[in-house]
């Protein structure tokens, strides 16, 4: 019995990390390709420079993220048949069906078009290869889809049956996998999410440079103009996809009660039935044990969220442990996740994505086109920084020094958010790998010994980190120089080469 505990907590530990860490570059890769399309068409549509610039500096970082995204996701397939292979034998039948589909549609548009993207500036006429970037923006965006289906059906399991004779789960409607109500508001809770992410991160390398505009330390007014119209649009995206996380995180929520009420429990440490019930900012005490001894609460909040009213009654951890253990046997002890960790989770989520969205409205607030420049100064793109920054008391507060900083700080709160939230969402599931199908001590790979599972964590371990610096390198690398002012767009859409002409040309755009 301990031996196998061992198993099942070394695996969960190495699939928590990897994931964990393949999900920094996720939510960039969807989207800083959504920001870079967005970019390059106000480009094409204006031709002004500015955006030209633009989207060529953060469709470097774009490049990045998505390289390396694609180096660690593809490890997360690998361990379904290293460390879990009882799960991949119960559920691959329909787990594996639309990360096939992820693999074969989404994937493929992603990599074909990202290709034509990168090597065809100077060789495609420009709305063609506009519409490339657009098409891999698509692409991120179904290859999300398709995979928080699957991951939606471990949340709640539909379209299959169980077969009598070799007992494993069969697909019997991939329709109701990709579009039950559990995927539908889990893509749209992460794509706003991501979004929200992307932007924060385009909101601080904006901030940093247009801080060091501000100081005198760029004097290229191309720069600048660049850089203000990123910032600007990344507010923009900012807030409007804060919003549509609040809004998809209420839906979310209610959903969770219906299908997942332990989960829920647990995330407020609500350890008995209570009508109506309470919704928990933030507790002083073991929650873990139900011995809370400070609690700051808003009266029948919960039951709001839960149900939509005030007054709705909302089950406990106890009630609901005592049912799933006279449902599948055991003991109540057994149904009952980490609560520390689903609690924190759960409000760490909140706070950093909300924080964002916070400093998102706040900047968009006070960069306001009217108080942008100096009256005198509003109509060129190359006037020197110190021209650029407003007299404006309310704008001279948001370029003030700690007014940057908290803006350059932020990039990283929707980044811990989307960590906070998944452990949040993997281990408040817990002991289910599919609920009320598997638990996750029968999913593990039963030959595979926790010496070897303790050499591979390690060995991956090291690997990310080394990885880890090479990201932070390049991204450093690539960002604090700021765009490529001296590169002028093309000056008129390609036409084709003669047939004389040599081929051996170099490459339009690579990095």
């Known amino acids: 019995m301990e031996l196998a505990v061992a198993q099942e907590t070394v695996a969960r530990w190495q699939f928590g990390v990897t994931t964990v860490y393949h999900f920094l570059f996720v939510p960039l890769s969807i989207s800083l390709a959504g920001i870079v399309a967005a970019l390059e068409t106000a480009w094409v549509r204006t031709g002004k420079v500015k955006y030209f610039h633009a989207t060529k500096f953060w469709g470097k970082l774009f490049l990045i993220n998505l390289a390396m995204g694609v180096v660690t996701g593809i490890l997360q397939e690998f361990q379904f048949g290293m460390n879990w292979s009882a799960y991949s034998r119960f559920v691959g039948d329909v787990f594996g069906a639309p990360l096939a589909m992820e693999a074969l549609i989404a994937f493929f548009f992603e990599s074909t078009f990202i290709g034509l993207w990168i090597f065809g500036w100077d060789r495609l006429p420009k709305r063609l290869h506009c519409a490339c970037i657009w098409i891999v923006a698509l692409g991120t965006v179904l290859s999300a889809w398709f995979i928080l289906a699957a991951n939606s059906f471990m949340q709640h399991p539909v379209g299959y049956r169980i077969d009598p004779v070799s007992g494993r789960a069969q697909l019997t409607d991939i329709w109701q996998v990709l579009f039950q109500d559990t995927t539908l508001v889990v893509v749209f809770h992460t794509l706003t999410a991501a979004f929200l992410t992307g932007a924060a991160l385009v909101v601080g390398i904006s901030a940093y440079h247009l801080a060091r505009a501000g100081r005198g330390a760029e004097t290229d007014g191309r720069k600048t103009a660049a850089m203000r119209v990123s910032l600007?649009?990344?507010l923009v995206v900012a807030v409007v996809a804060g919003l549509g996380t609040a809004l998809s995180g209420d839906r979310l929520a209610k959903v969770m009660f219906e299908q997942q009420p332990m989960k829920m429990a647990a995330a407020e440490a609500l350890w008995d039935t209570e009508a109506p019930a309470p919704f928990s900012i933030?507790?002083?005490?073991?929650?873990?044990e139900g011995r809370n001894l400070v609690a700051l609460e808003i009266p029948a909040a919960l039951s709001f969220l839960a149900e939509g009213d005030f007054s709705s009654p909302v089950a406990?951890?106890?009630?609901?442990?005592?049912?799933q253990a006279r449902e599948f046997g055991g003991s109540r002890e057994d149904?009952?996740?980490?609560?520390?960790?689903?609690?924190w989770g759960f409000r760490l989520m909140i706070f950093f994505g909300m924080a964002g969205l916070a400093v998102a409205a706040a900047g968009l607030w006070l960069t306001r086109k009217r108080f942008w420049l100096h009256p005198a100064h509003r109509t060129g793109e190359d006037e020197p920084p110190h021209l650029m920054l407003t007299r404006n008391v309310r704008m001279n507060a948001f370029l003030s020094r700690w007014s940057w900083r908290v803006a350059v700080l932020t990039l990283a709160f929707p980044l811990a958010g989307n960590?906070?939230?998944w452990i949040f969402t993997e281990m408040g599931r817990q002991p289910w790998v599919v609920l009320d199908l598997q638990r996750t001590a029968d999913?593990?790979?039963?030959?595979?010994?926790?010496?070897?599972q303790i050499v591979s964590l390690a060995a991956l371990s090291a690997l990310y980190a080394v990885l880890a610096v090479v990201e932070?390198?390049?991204?450093?690398k690539y960002a604090r120089p700021g765009p490529d002012v001296g590169e002028r767009p093309p000056a008129k859409d390609p036409t084709l080469r003669p047939?004389?002409?040599?081929?051996?040309?170099?490459?339009?755009?690579?990095?």
Do not use: H, K, W
């Not at 406990?316 to 049912?323: K, L, Q, R, S, Y």
């Not at 009952?336 to 960790?341: A, E, K, N, R, S």
């Open 232 to 234: 600007r649009l990344s």
């Open 282 to 288: 933030l507790s002083v005490g073991d929650v873990g």
């Open 316 to 323: 406990g951890i106890n009630d609901t442990a005592e049912e």
């Open 335 to 343: 149904y009952i996740p980490d609560i520390f960790m689903t609690y």
């Open 419 to 421: 960590s906070f939230g």
């Open 443 to 452: 999913a593990v790979s039963p030959d595979v010994g926790v010496g070897r």
């Open 472 to 476: 932070a390198g390049l991204m450093v």
């Open 499 to 511: 047939s004389d002409e040599d081929g051996d040309q170099p490459l339009a755009f690579a990095y």
